[in-house]
Structure formats: structure tokens, C-alpha cells
């Protein structure tokens, strides 16, 4: 199985920055990806960016421009920095990875973190 652990939330005013963190743990063969998503009481949990082992990238787009996703591959850590925050972008935000748990298949497993909060506020 694989742990995920998000960090890096927190109370940001508008325009400010944030990055937030999530490393990887537990027994697996790799990960084949690792996103972020986030989820508000309104709004269902809402895709915001991606990067796969080959370092390819996608943004949600009310966050291009924005917002940049990186991994270290070493750490099995993806960074979500988030910049020009806006009020809208108050929400849980929760780290998942695509890991694949078997040597035998090529097959990959979804998991989540627990999540983190981030406000927008002044």
C-alpha cells in the first residue's frame, strides 16, 4: 500500500503564494503519476494538476499560469507551488498518486492523502 502525506497548507492573503508538499511512502513497485486535486462544501473534488514519471505535465485551467506541479522522483515527493492565489482557490487540496504495487502487472493503484487546507483570505 502507499502513504501519502500532504503539507504546506495554511491562510494566504490574495496574490500571495503557497507550495504545498506530498511525500510518498510504503511498498511499491513505482508511481506512475502523481496529482493534485481539491474539493470545496460547493464543488467536487476538482482536478488541478499532474506530472508523470516522465515529467509530463496538465493543469486544470483555472490554475495555468499560475500554478506549477514538480516532482522529485528520488523522494517520491510532488510540489504543488501556487502563486497569484485567489479567494476561489479556498479549498481542501489532496495529493494522489497512480502506484503501481506488483511486479507482475502493469497495473496502477489510486491513492489519496488525507489532505490540506488552503484559505484565501485578507
Known amino acids: 500500500q502507499v502513504q501519502l502525506v500532504e503539507s504546506g497548507g495554511g491562510l494566504v492573503q490574495p496574490g500571495g503564494s503557497l507550495r504545498l508538499s506530498c511525500a510518498a511512502s510504503?511498498?511499491?513497485?513505482?508511481?506512475?503519476?502523481m496529482a493534485w486535486f481539491r474539493q470545496t462544501p460547493r464543488v467536487q473534488r476538482e482536478f488541478v494538476a499532474v506530472?508523470?514519471?516522465?515529467?509530463?505535465?496538465n493543469y486544470g485551467d483555472s490554475v495555468k499560469g499560475r500554478f506549477t506541479i514538480a516532482r522529485n522522483k528520488t523522494k517520491n515527493t510532488v510540489y504543488l507551488q501556487m502563486n497569484s492565489l485567489r479567494a476561489e482557490d479556498t479549498a481542501v487540496y489532496y495529493c494522489?498518486?497512480?502506484?503501481?504495487?506488483?511486479?507482475?502487472?502493469?497495473?496502477?493503484?489510486?491513492?489519496w492523502g488525507q489532505g490540506t487546507q488552503v484559505t484565501v483570505s485578507s
Open positions: 494522489n498518486a497512480a502506484a503501481r504495487l506488483d511486479t507482475t502487472t502493469t497495473a496502477t493503484l489510486n491513492f
Open positions: 506530472i508523470t514519471s516522465g515529467g509530463e505535465t
Open positions: 510504503g511498498r511499491f513497485v513505482e508511481i506512475a503519476a
